[in-house]
């Protein structure tokens, strides 16, 4: 079946609220208005108010609420925008979302799913492009999940649901429109491990997210110049699946890490310093990192693209890994 | 007075002792070393949980803040289970992963214990959310100071409360102090009984130095909450006679402030009220006090018999057990 990323989410929200009655989707303008990404476009008028409940704006409130209800017995899904204005929530993500569970001895669950945009491309400005998973993912006690293929935003959701922990997914708003063949019985998918996206043998290309697509495109030019990179698809930030990030550098002995973060102190940075840690003697390069450029993102086509991570920027930086001696 | 009654303010004189001979026990075994971390007592408050606890069912929720021992106790959680908490042991109710700041017992719906100021109104909400959608008439109880006011997440939370028609019922244990800064210095409108009903939320305020008129008010609002009457709020007029943690040299209020409020010892009143109405012998007093010094003797040689969680479970209850495939 021909489907969007915008679709598939869709999907997997309708058929979580039809599979369990405890589900419900909150936040702001989710219902009437359709969702600010259309992800919920249409289910208002098929659910009704009270399963797809639009809120006030009111970060903090919201997302704490979704905590309560799910410490309540529910299976909230709570939408926040943005990642910028999941800032606004942090204490309840942060202080509430994640420990709840540990500062009580393993008595209270926090089933919830929170989604959230995230990421550059879209000329927003740097209050509505930041990538900001990186940073949640410093946060033990949270799952934080980055579908990248039609296959993950359609199959993410109902296992994040499945989850007694609190689930983070954030989807990339440049993924929204990709469009593709999705099997028709299409259903659930893991959340706990990473995935080859394209085998390889001689770099490991590691990325997630948003800048899959760009990693795809690197690859595929890579390997018309004779160098066969794999790709591999983190799709869960935290637990990171350290089997098959340390797998793949093995085989390929150089990995350059793609990350539409910040790099100093970034998600890329944790990466990098495993490889170093677990896989020194495997290693025949530095591990490479393409990040975004440490401003605040630009608003001015070029510049923004000047910032973000660029197929010509991990093609250049896959030719320095495989050019360097070993 | 009749039996009924004076046996029931018999019953709370006892809740409110326990509370404060526990307490006095936690800054005993504080100053000695024995539990660390901060420590906020409730001394001088006990009428405010004392009056709301007793009317509450089981099955409603309880969420509260970091100064919550008296809280916990008179929801339920055994005095054992709370020392041994702020020991660090494994028999405490959190397995010594909370302390003193962050107590939590599923059994009776206490879901803490919130060390982050106006953090668990939120939680409260969801709670009421979580009843209200699946058709249940149970209460969520949120008690807060009045510092919390100041916070955006007290504001989303009246709003969504009253916006949703949620069974919510928020306490606000109004001390006149957040640390050292008295309301006045931090609020512009310093009636907060009238602020939340800017939320189109029932709301009164009542005398929380006096455990009946507590009583009273709350069983009102969780009556009306229950029957479906929307959130309610009261604010419940109080004062802590200690300082605010045990690291707190108290220089914002002076000693005549407190020992003025300390001739309204909620404990003291009740107990003088008793006996000038024949309902309570010096002989019931002294039967009382026994009783809440056995408890509390108890919970003290349960938690010294406790046992530290080992250390290869350091990272146990991170994330659960059980994780879907
Ligand atoms: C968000 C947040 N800011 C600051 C603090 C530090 N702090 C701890 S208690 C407190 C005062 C709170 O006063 P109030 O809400 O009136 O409660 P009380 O201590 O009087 O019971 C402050 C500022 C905190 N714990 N959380």
Redesign the interface.
Known sequence: MKTTYREAMRAAIRDAIQRDERV?LMGEDVGAYGGCFAVSLGLFEEFGP?RIRD??L?E???????????????R?IVEIMTVNFSLLAL??LV??AAT??????????VPLVVRMTTGAGRQLGAQHSHSLEGWLAHI??L?ILTPATLEDARGMLW?AL????PVLIFEHGTLYNVAGELADDAGPV???TAAVRRPGQDISLITYGGTLPAVLDAAARLAAEGIDAEVLDLRVLR?LDDAAILGSVAKTHRAVVVDEGWRSGSISAELSARITENAFFDLDAPVGRVCSAEVPLPYAKHLELAALPTVERIVAAAREAVGARG | MGKADSDHARHLLHQMLRVRRLEEQCVELYSAAKIRGFLHVYIGEEAVAAGVMSTLAPDDAVVATYREHGHALLRGVPAGAILAEMYGHVEGCCRGRGGSMHLFDAGTRFFGGNAIVAGGLPLAVGLALADKMSGRSRVTVCFFGEGAVAEGAFHESLNLAALWQLPVLFCCENNLYAMGTALARSESQTDIALKAAGYEIASWSADGMDVLAVEEAARRAVDAVRAGGGPHFLELRTYRFRAHSMFDPERYRDKKEVSRWMERDPIDTLRKALETAGKLSEKDWKSIQREVEDEVKAAVEFAEAGTPEPLEDLTRFVYSERSPE
């Open positions: 419900f009270e809120t006030p009111s903090a409130g919201f997302v704490g609420a979704g905590i309560g209800a799910a410490l309540g017995g529910m909230p204490d309840q202080n509430n709840l569970l540990h500062m009580s001895g393993g008595q209270f669950n033990p006690g799952r296992t499945e989850d007694p922990d893991d959340i706990s637990p």
